[in-house]
């Protein structure tokens, strides 16, 4: 039975949140000396997290020297050489691309752009084929939750963190002020893109940055039903779309600091649906509008006393047509969405030293409208408390924080679900047997939830205003190694977890009187039981000499996993793996830098799954291989940058299946050229 939690908890917890704001502006009376997380840093070389850095949960990070050896275009992409992670791709070229870490589900996947959250309340997934990897600097992905406790509430909200952090102020010293660069390929692909990054002054810069897209995406495919086989091409997968993104940095004071981001992604195009017997192309067609501005404070109020503040207004619309709709009619259905969100997070440092105390309030209205006949017309406040408590040590560091969640649901017309409300804990420790953080043994224990979506509870013949919120236990061990020698001559970073999870009352779809007519339903429970391993080492040949301009780099991560149906012993489903889950998954990156380049080899690998729970040989979808080669060349010309490569994508033509009857490309090219000035 779902825990009730009285709203009066609510009134006490901003009680507590204003009283220690009146306390913290009587505080700020005082001089300060200096302004911690505030003041601007000097930076050389490329920002580059390490893992060693989080040793409370596992992590794992890439940089921009990551991304070029992947042949990573949009985030999308980099994310597959996550273990753990995986990435559901619907065609390829220009599909969609959600990410699910350890089987919990995308929607159980929250993804951080600049500490700030995306969100759609519509349908709970984030695309990834929207977010370009022009502006990123470094990108990572936690189980559980960051280990730092000075951040929004509602970060702390998921299953799974995936953080992204663009360019900042501190960036604006160590990179070109000007970039522009052309993208082209197989299948009629093509993407211009520009980026214009300057420093004003000491305490004040921007960014901007826009990049278009078109590409016809009419891929060849092996089509083989009734052991006929034949190639075939996509049709009516055509994308038009792009993206522009605008940033303003400012350090008004030793005590403030203001970032303002703009976001814009726009997008038309053709839905090819699913490959089956008698294969004839869609005419479907969705156009996508996403909008959303940024503001954030972050003010150091006293000695030990620190606050960021957040505004976030988001705009999405959706339109979907189909002119062969089997209805009496063709569809034409559009969907607008507005959110309103607003944080604000405090970090006190008391007097006991590696003692840090947190405490988050953030608050979002949510609503959705349609031109669908009968639409409810649902709206969602939603606020979320959190309070955590860390201390290191130099041999360990712990932490705890307890998440307060409450959600609001109204409708024009129709049943709404009412009222929910959740806590969430969350425990971790990490020891440090030699003292120092080369080596870390952790655990951590997360309870966490998720609100069933918009679609999920109004979504014309198909909402189940009666669901509750689909709940989440994990449990992890693991450990970390990282060792690096001075120079960057050699490094070595290697890390290994043993997690078990389990999903209650999991939110799934199920035909009714026919195969038109679904109903969502709070049914089934999963046992995930897995292990996570990766290892990056890189070396440079030599001190002095030639052989100091070349350099080796290799990166790997494999998982292996057990994710069980345990709903009911009496269903002939029980004990099978539940859908689009393989035993074993990986990838592998190797790389080979010379003095004006860098030549690199990539590999995905998954196993056998099966497309729906039930594991029969029709459901089974073969396991596969995707090769990748990459070339590079950078060298200046009059003190401009240049950079061109060309990649080879699944250059042995292995047909294959991330979505059963969703074919991806065979082999294909893709050329970039790159100017920085």
Not at 24 to 47: F, H
Not at 317 to 327: G, I, M, V
Not at 568 to 590: C, K
Request: a positive charge; one cysteine or more.
């Amino acid at each position: 039975m779902e825990k009730q939690v009285p709203f009066s908890v609510f009134v006490v917890f901003w009680g507590l949140l204003a009283f220690f704001s009146a306390l913290q502006g009587l505080r700020a009376q005082r001089p300060l000396d200096s302004l911690q997380y505030l003041k601007p840093v000097e930076v050389r070389g490329t920002r580059a997290a390490k893992r060693s850095e989080n040793p409370l949960t596992p992590m794992q990070a890439f940089s921009v020297e990551d991304f070029r050896r992947m042949n990573a275009l949009r985030v999308g992409d980099a994310v597959k050489n996550f273990a753990g992670a995986q990435v559901k791709d619907y065609g390829g070229v220009g599909g969609m691309k959600t990410v699910s870490v350890r089987s919990l589900g995308a929607s159980h996947t929250a993804v951080s752009y600049d500490g700030v959250l995306l969100s759609d309340a519509q349908n709970g997934q984030i695309d990834l084929g929207k977010l370009y990897l022009d502006q990123v600097r470094t990108m990572s992905l936690y189980n559980g939750q960051s280990s730092s406790i000075f951040q929004p509430a509602r970060n702390f909200s998921s299953a799974a963190l995936l953080q992204i952090e663009t360019v900042s102020l501190a960036d604006l010293d160590s990179i070109a002020p000007f970039s522009a660069g052309f993208d082209f390929g197989s299948f009629l692909f093509l993407s211009p893109s520009f980026a214009m990054r300057k420093r004003i002054g000491k305490n004040f810069g921007f960014s901007a940055s826009a990049r278009f897209d078109y590409v016809k995406g009419d891929y060849p495919f092996l089509f083989d039903r009734g052991g006929e086989p034949r190639y075939l091409r996509r049709e009516n997968t055509d994308v038009k779309g792009g993206n522009a993104e605008l940033n303003f940095f400012a350090l008004l004071s030793d005590k403030h600091r203001i970032d303002l981001k703009l976001f814009y992604y726009g997008s038309e195009r053709g839905l090819p649906g699913a490959v089956i017997y008698y294969y004839k192309a869609s005419a479907q067609r969705l156009e996508d509008q996403d909008f959303f501005g940024v503001m954030k404070h972050a003010w150091q109020i006293a000695p030990g006393w620190s606050q960021k503040n957040v505004l976030k207004y988001n705009f999405r619309y959706n339109r979907f047509r189909d002119p062969e709709s089997l209805a009496s009619q063709a569809v034409d259905e559009r969907y607008r969405q507005n959110e309103v969100y607003a944080s604000s997070s405090t970090l006190y440092q008391p007097p006991v030293k590696g003692l840090e105390i947190g405490g988050a309030f953030d608050a979002a209205f949510n609503s959705l409208a349609s031109n669908v006949r009968g639409f409810p017309f649902p709206d969602r406040t939603s606020i979320w408390f959190n309070v955590a408590v860390k201390y290191k040590h130099r041999y360990g560091e712990a932490m705890l924080s307890g998440l307060t969640s409450a959600f609001f649901d109204r409708v024009r017309s129709g049943n709404s679900p009412g009222e929910k409300a959740r806590f969430s804990p969350f425990a971790s420790v990490a020891v440090f047997p030699l003292g120092k953080r080369i080596w870390s043994l952790r655990v951590f224990y997360k309870d966490i939830f998720r609100m069933p979506t918009f679609n999920d509870l109004y979504y014309s013949r198909v909402g189940n205003t009666g669901l509750l919120p689909e709940k989440a236990r994990q449990i992890d061990a693991g450990s970390s190694f990282s060792l690096s020698l001075p120079g960057r001559i050699w490094m070595l970073e290697a890390s290994v977890d043993f997690y078990r999870n389990w999903v209650e009352d999991k939110i799934v779809a199920y035909p009714t009187t026919n195969l038109f007519v679904w109903s969502m339903m709070n049914v089934d429970r999963v046992g995930i039981t897995g292990v996570d391993a990766s290892l990056k080492t890189g070396s440079a040949f030599g001190k002095t000499g030639l052989l100091s301009r070349f350099r080796f780099d290799l990166q790997v991560s494999y998982t292996w996993q057990e994710a069980l149906d345990r709903t009911d012993p009496g269903n002939g489903t029980y004990g099978h793996r539940i859908a689009y889950t393989p035993e074993h998954s990986g990838s592998a990156v190797v790389s080979l830098g010379f003095p004006y380049g860098e030549l690199s080899y990539r590999l995905m690998f998954c196993g056998s799954r099966y497309a729906l729970n039930e594991n029969i040989p029709e459901n089974l979808l073969e396991p596969y291989a995707e090769h990748g080669l990459g070339l590079n060349f950078r060298f200046e010309v009059r003190g401009t940058g240049m950079e061109a490569g060309v990649e080879w994508l699944n250059f042995t033509g292995e047909a294959y299946q991330v979505v059963l009857n969703y074919p991806m490309p065979l082999a294909h090219y893709r050329v970039h050229l790159r100017c920085r000035f």
